[in-house]
């Protein structure tokens, strides 16, 4: 359990590496000006519940799921730093306790805030050699004010999003209920 700490100014937050660190719940922890990872979960650490935390100005990803499956990520407030929510499949094999298949499966992001980032949830790398993002949900999250809201690449055009709100303009207001205009790159699906 890790419930109710504070990370201010700090290089990085919560790390679980390897597959002997999952289950884990990280529960309303605030994270503020951190210039690396608010939450870091890799190398096979799965079955992790994120879950009420608030995020102000993380330099580089609030949550990174990297080669990690089956997390729940829910009820984050996320805002004006770069990355919300990033799901990759690559596996950095630094965790002296083994690290999991290079693969993200079966995440749920659903009912949190990003607001005012360069991306919000990005799902997936940009060549499918470098493995897997299959089965992720983005669901009943709201968008407001971000370069880009989701971001879909390689492998993972099966990544259910649904039920999610759009503010282009952060002044909260729901601009679609449904924001039409994925497009495909080479490299993925984007919207806006």
């Known amino acids: 359990l890790m419930l109710d700490n504070q990370f201010a100014n700090?290089?990085?937050?919560?790390?679980l590496c390897?597959?002997?660190?999952?289950h884990a719940l990280i529960q309303r922890n605030r994270f503020e000006q951190?210039?690396?990872y608010g939450i870091h979960?890799?190398?096979?650490s799965s079955g992790n519940r994120i879950e009420d935390n608030h995020f102000e100005g993380v330099s580089q990803t609030a949550i990174e799921l990297q080669a990690s499956s089956r997390n729940r990520v829910?009820?984050?407030h996320i805002a004006d730093g770069r990355f919300g929510v990033s799901m990759s499949p690559r596996s950095g094999g630094f965790c002296e306790t083994g690290g999991g298949l290079p693969t993200v499966f079966a995440n749920d992001v659903s009912e949190n805030e990003f607001i005012g980032l360069e991306r919000g949830v990005r799902a997936g790398v940009g060549s499918r050699a470098e493995g897997p993002a299959w089965h992720n949900a983005i669901t009943d999250n709201g968008?407001?004010?971000?370069?880009?809201d989701v971001i879909l690449l390689g492998d993972s055009s099966d990544t259910l999003i649904d039920g999610n709100r759009w503010d282009a303009y952060g002044e909260r207001v729901e601009d679609y209920s449904y924001r039409a205009g994925y497009y495909?790159?080479?490299?993925?699906?984007?919207?806006r």
């Open 74 to 76: 829910t009820g984050n």
């Open 143 to 148: 968008f407001a004010d971000n370069q880009n």
């Open 34 to 36: 951190v210039r690396d």
């Open 41 to 44: 979960v890799a190398d096979g």
């Open 184 to 191: 495909q790159t080479s490299y993925g699906y984007y919207s």
């Open 10 to 15: 700090v290089g990085s937050g919560i790390q």
């Open 18 to 22: 390897g597959v002997d660190t999952g």
